[in-house]
T-cell receptor, first 117, second 119 residues
Framework: NAGVTQTPKFQVLKTGQSMTLQCAQD?????MSWYRQDPGMGLRLIHY???????DQGEVPNGYNVSRSTTEDFPLRLLSAAPSQTSVYFC????????????????FGAGTRLSVL | AQKITQTQPGMFVQEKEAVTLDCTYD???????LFWYKQPSSGEMIFLIY??????QNATEGRYSLNFQKARKSANLVISASQLGDSAMYFC????????????????FGAGTRLAVHP
């Protein structure tokens, strides 16, 4: 019962470095998404995908890239890290099929805590 | 623009008592859905309960119930008989459009309320 797996759990970067946050789900869910969580704010949507090969921007997409080559994986890339990207990042997957409520429930990973110095 | 407001940064409750976590929302869309998620210290968000804007009755799920007051645009979460394991962050979230309207479930989250249950 792995669910949504995020790696790494913690990461420290220097300004300008690049890295990829990994997200994998084993539930055959159609939709996947990335959020960031900052103190005093709710989760904000960065990017999402409604299927392999299909991605779209969320509320705060600048500075992040995504791709979805398989149903299972949805990596988030930071091309040139900035201190403003210090945050906790959550990946979520959503069934996309089933009854109206069940298909819309988002299942979250445990998060990646990122610090950019 | 849609917005979720959770005015209580922190709450505490005695074990076995009931507690209400406040959530107000703003939207111009008559069709919307409201979600509550729990975030324990382990980090992952866990879905608790859902209320649709046209649902006639308040949603209930075990010890969780949603006090939905449409005219006041509030959707407060009530936890009955609090347990130590209820200590966590709780987030209210909204989606514009009903669930069966299809498409990706874009959620707007509030800032959360941290609940501490005392023995």
């Amino acid at each position: 019962n792995a669910g949504v797996t995020q790696t790494p759990k913690f990461q420290v970067l220097k300004t300008g470095q690049s890295m990829t946050l990994q997200c994998a789900q084993d539930m055959n869910h159609e939709y996947m998404s990335w959020y960031r969580q900052d103190p005093g704010m709710g989760l904000r949507l960065i990017h999402y995908s409604v299927g392999a090969g299909i991605t779209d921007q969320g509320e705060v997409p600048n500075g992040y890239n995504v791709s979805r080559s398989t149903t299972e994986d949805f990596p988030l890339r930071l091309l040139s890290a900035a201190p403003s990207q210090t945050s906790v990042y959550f990946c979520a997957s959503t069934p996309g099929q089933g009854d109206p409520l069940a298909k819309n429930i988002q299942y979250f990973g445990a998060g990646t805590r990122l610090s950019v110095l | 623009a849609q917005k979720i407001t959770q005015t209580q940064p922190g709450m505490f409750v005695q074990e076995k008592e009931a507690v209400t976590l406040d959530c107000t929302y703003d939207t111009s869309d008559p069709s919307y859905g409201l979600f509550w998620y729990k975030q324990p210290s382990s980090g992952e968000m866990i879905f608790l309960i859902y209320q649709g804007s046209y649902d006639q009755q308040n949603a209930t799920e075990g010890r969780y119930s949603l006090n939905f007051q449409k005219a006041r645009k509030s959707a407060n979460l009530v936890i009955s008989a609090s347990q130590l394991g209820d200590s966590a962050m709780y987030f209210c979230a909204m989606r514009e459009g009903l669930l069966f309207s299809g498409g990706y479930n874009k959620l707007i989250f509030g800032a959360g309320t941290r609940l501490a249950v005392h023995p």
